[in-house]
Nanobody, 120 residues
Framework: QVQLVESGGGLVQAGGSLRLSCVAS????????MGWYRQAPGNQRELLAS???????NYADSVKGRFTISRDAAKNTMYLQMNSLKPEDTAVYYC??????????????WGQGTQVTVSS
């Protein structure tokens, strides 16, 4: 009933930028906090940035100052602006949201992921 779809990934050179988007759709009453995660091969999935419904943000040290999380509540969309990308940022990026659906219990949902590859 609730779907999250990421887009905006791709191949970029080191020092470049990408903007990821995550659109939530379905029978949604309210979206609470949202976050961006990433998982590189052989690594655990890690939280990069989160944003509350009120717009408060938090960042992992590894991306602080380079990545910016934002959201457009009217569009049920979250963004991740990624600047000064490094080869170690290469991973699959996932969005996650705490959603209160219209006719179901509140829960956390994941997108399918979008690949980001940064070449040196």
């Amino acid at each position: 009933q609730v779907q999250l779809v990421e887009s905006g990934g791709g191949l970029v050179q080191a020092g470049g930028s990408l903007r990821l988007s995550c659109v939530a759709s379905g029978s949604i009453f309210r979206i609470n906090d949202m976050g961006w995660y990433r998982q590189a091969p052989g690594n655990q999935r890690e939280l990069l940035a989160s944003i509350t419904s009120g717009g408060n943000t938090n960042y992992a040290d590894s991306v602080k100052g380079r990545f910016t999380i934002s959201r457009d509540a009217a569009k049920n969309t979250m963004y991740l602006q990624m600047n000064s990308l490094k080869p170690e940022d290469t991973a699959v990026y996932y969005c996650n949201a705490d959603v209160s659906p219209l006719l179901a219990a509140r829960g956390r949902y994941w997108g399918q992921g979008t690949q980001v590859t940064v070449s040196s």
